[in-house]
């Protein structure tokens, strides 16, 4: 097992790529947080917009314990200017069992979104060890 876990969502596959090659650099476990509820097309898309906005969470799946790491990176997508609710939904799922926490996020435009890493900060209970923001076209 390796001492870094990277647990991402991916809507559109877009993280899932970048869960990945981040994974093999760092030489990390990944693990993909599989929500319940689908959003697949349009409809799901705008799913998770009112989800961020409104602070709802899924319910989520994942296999891996966050506990046995010593160090998350959460990826994920930005949604409505906010981490995508699955992330969330993860932290607080694995609430206490986080040891350490950096964030990536992904967004159509690649603007830092301080309002989610302060969200995500909040919902772990003590701040980043780093984050990362990422313009999907990169």
Not at 27 to 50: H, K, M, N, Q
Not at 97 to 117: N, Q
Request: proline content about 5%; glycine content about 10%; aromatic content about 8%.
């Amino acid at each position: 097992m390796a001492d870094i876990l990277v647990a991402y969502f991916s809507r559109s596959g877009t993280v899932e790529t970048l869960a990945g090659e981040l994974g093999r650099r760092l030489g990390a476990d990944l693990e993909a947080i599989r929500p319940r509820t689908s959003y697949a097309g349009a409809a799901g898309f705008r799913r998770g917009v009112w989800q961020s906005i409104l602070h709802r969470t899924p319910e989520v799946e994942f296999r891996k314990d966050p506990a046995g790491y010593a160090a998350v990176v959460l990826a994920g997508p930005i949604w409505a200017g906010r981490m995508a609710a699955p992330i969330l939904a993860y932290v607080k799922a694995n609430e206490g069992r986080i040891r350490e926490a950096a964030a990536l996020c992904v967004s159509g435009s690649g603007g830092a979104y301080p309002k989610a890493f302060r969200e995500l900060t909040a919902v772990l209970g003590r701040p980043l060890a780093a984050t990362a923001a990422l313009a999907e076209r990169d």
